[in-house]
């Protein structure tokens, strides 16, 4: 028998249909969580991604920023000065992603990562989504960046969830409204099973 070593992956995203865009907007929350392993990742992440459909090897994906039409380059930008200021913190030269002049898709929620024969450490904040704003993670007043360079609410239908889990362990809950914000919040606490990978 040999027994090989696997990385366990599992995630609870927010994933668009097809369409053209050019970043995302959110508020999102951090948390510090103690009962991580120094071999575990416990992440928040938001995926943008370019020609999703090309041949192997051409995915290009950025996990942040919105595209500059006049440089082409992609940006990261933090909040600042009040509800509509920004400050650029820094960019990726567009020569870095040359499937990415435009985003094909975007993905957003939390991953989690441990090796085989380990528990899985908990996701976002280590709460369960139902319990809401305050203590589940989450991202809030969601905004996708069209091609016209605006901001946007995703509307009904235009996004989907996403559960990579067994038993749907890990969970993310949130739906497009049909007018205001969309929230989003996911997580749970870690699981105490262990995955085995064993080949015969």
């Not at 990415?100 to 975007?106: A, F, K, P, Q, R």
């Not at 305050?134 to 996004?159: K, L, N, Y």
Request: glycine letters at 12%; one cysteine or more; hydrophobic letters at 30%.
């Amino acid at each position: 028998m040999i027994i090989l070593l696997y990385l366990w992956v599992k995630y609870a995203i927010v994933q668009s249909k097809k369409s053209s865009s050019y970043g995302f907007r959110s508020k999102i929350t951090t948390s510090a969580l103690p009962n991580v392993g120094p071999d575990q990742v416990s992440a928040s992440q938001v995926w943008i991604m370019g020609d999703i459909d090309g041949p192997d090897g051409s995915l290009n994906v950025i996990q942040s920023g919105w595209h500059d039409p006049k440089s082409g380059n992609w940006w990261l930008t933090l909040p600042s000065g009040g509800l509509t200021g920004s400050e650029n913190i820094g960019y990726w030269p567009k020569e870095l992603f040359p499937s990415l002049e435009i985003s094909t898709e975007i993905d957003f929620g939390g991953q989690v990562y441990t090796p085989n024969n380990e528990a899985s450490p908990p996701m976002g904040g280590g709460s369960f989504p139902q319990v809401g704003f305050g203590r589940a993670s989450h991202f809030m007043q969601v905004q996708f960046i069209g091609t016209d360079h605006q901001a946007f609410t995703p509307g009904e239908g235009s996004v989907y969830t996403e559960n990579d889990s067994l038993d749907n362990y890990y969970k993310v809950f949130g739906d497009p409204p049909e007018s205001g914000d969309f929230n989003v919040y996911y997580g749970r606490p870690g699981w105490v099973g262990y995955c085995y990978w064993v080949v015969y």
